[in-house]
């Protein structure tokens, strides 16, 4: 399985940046898929999680409203889309299956200054 994460960027808050996760080498709507963040001296933590056909999401509560997950399954795609950031949100970020992860990606890098 590769994972490839892209979109990432520096923006100032307040705002929007759209992430992109392609996966590889698997059938992507077997799995529950997730993007994870992990800033400087911190733990990677979920920040948002989809079901198989996407019917069903999840999101940390501080992103929640402001973040949204979508995947395309036949396209083998997942998304993150990201409003009114702030500066907390800076971070390294990847996708994954949310359980028993594969090999993580290179991640794709978000910067939000203040």
């Known amino acids: 399985v590769e994972l490839i994460e892209s979109g990432g960027g520096s923006v100032q808050a307040g705002g929007s940046l759209r992430l992109s996760c392609v996966a590889s080498?698997?059938?992507?709507?077997?799995?529950?898929m997730a993007w994870f963040r992990q800033a400087p001296g911190k733990n990677r933590e979920a920040v948002a999680v989809?079901?198989?056909?996407?019917?069903?999401?999840y999101y940390l509560a501080s992103v929640k409203s402001r973040f949204a997950i979508s995947r395309d399954n036949a396209q083998r795609m997942v998304y993150l889309e990201m409003n009114n950031l702030k500066p907390e949100d800076t971070a390294k970020y990847y996708c994954?299956?949310?359980?028993?992860?594969?090999?993580w990606g290179q991640g794709t890098q978000v910067t939000v200054s203040s």
């Open positions: 994954n299956r949310l359980v028993a992860s594969w090999d």
């Open positions: 080498g698997i059938t992507l709507n077997d799995y529950t």
């Open positions: 989809i079901s198989y056909h996407g019917t069903t999401t």
